[in-house]
């Protein structure tokens, strides 16, 4: 049975750092390309980045309202990933979800059930 | 940067009604990498369709996909109790990935 479940989510000051993680399991995570998604409440979806497989070369892309604040990583050998948040704003307060997104040519998608973090002073 | 931008906002129907969703992007959407998820209040995304036309996993036939380019389409061919929720249409061809912003399928 496949698991996705986020941790690290809480409440923070703006400016201040959070690291969520993500535990991965029913599936081979060292091939997978996974993605961080977040949405802001009574809002939609917004895609944070992505970290591709290591044997893909386990490099990262970044949404632009994201970029140079949040740092994706991961660690094959404890089937985690991570998004390392910094400098935080008001307007990330968001729900994140860890998600596998697309899976083709299976047709199918994991995700979490997604870590609130609220940004406020 | 690919901008999806989804049409109505909100549909207000029956249940065994028809619903047609609309997602026009800002510029081609590579080999057709759109897809279609629904998400309900509480609940982490669903996938849907896959490559514009492709069924998920487990996803019952009276969801379809279609279009290619930039202009694609969800119809879900009678609605069931269980479809009204939020459904968005994303394309992952190229980066930044981006959802479109959502339409909101309601019991009339």
């Known amino acids: 049975e496949v698991q996705v479940v986020e941790s690290g989510g809480g409440l923070v000051k703006p400016g201040g750092s959070l690291r969520l993680s993500c535990a991965a399991s029913?599936?081979?995570?060292?091939?997978?390309?996974m993605h961080w998604v977040r949405q802001a409440p009574g809002k939609g979806l917004e895609w944070v980045g992505r970290?591709?497989?290591?044997?893909?070369?386990?490099?990262?892309e970044y949404a632009a309202p994201v970029k140079g604040r949040f740092t994706i990583s991961r660690d094959d050998s404890k089937n985690t990933l991570y998004l390392q948040m910094n400098s935080l704003r008001t307007d990330d307060t968001a729900v994140y979800y860890c998600?596998?997104?697309?899976?083709?040519?299976?047709?199918?998608?994991?995700w979490g059930q997604g870590t609130l973090v609220t940004v406020s002073a | 940067e690919i901008v999806l931008t989804q049409s109505p906002g909100t549909l207000s129907l029956s249940p065994g009604e028809r619903a047609t969703l609309s997602c026009r992007a800002s510029?081609?959407?590579?080999?057709?990498?759109l897809a279609w998820f629904q998400q309900k209040p509480g609940q982490a995304p669903r996938l849907l369709i896959f490559?514009?036309?492709s069924r998920a996993t487990g996803i019952p036939d009276r969801f379809s996909g279609s279009g290619s380019g930039t202009d694609f389409t969800l119809t879900i061919s009678r609605l069931e109790p269980e479809d009204f929720a939020v459904y968005y249409c994303q394309q992952y061809g190229s980066s930044p990935l981006t959802f479109g912003g959502g339409t909101k399928v309601e019991i009339k």
């Open positions: 970290i591709k497989s290591t044997t893909d070369g386990g490099t990262t």
């Open positions: 998600t596998r997104l697309v899976i083709v040519p299976a047709g199918t998608s994991y």
């Open positions: 490559g514009a036309s």
């Open positions: 510029q081609s959407v590579s080999s057709s990498y």
């Open positions: 029913g599936f081979t995570f060292s091939n997978a390309w």
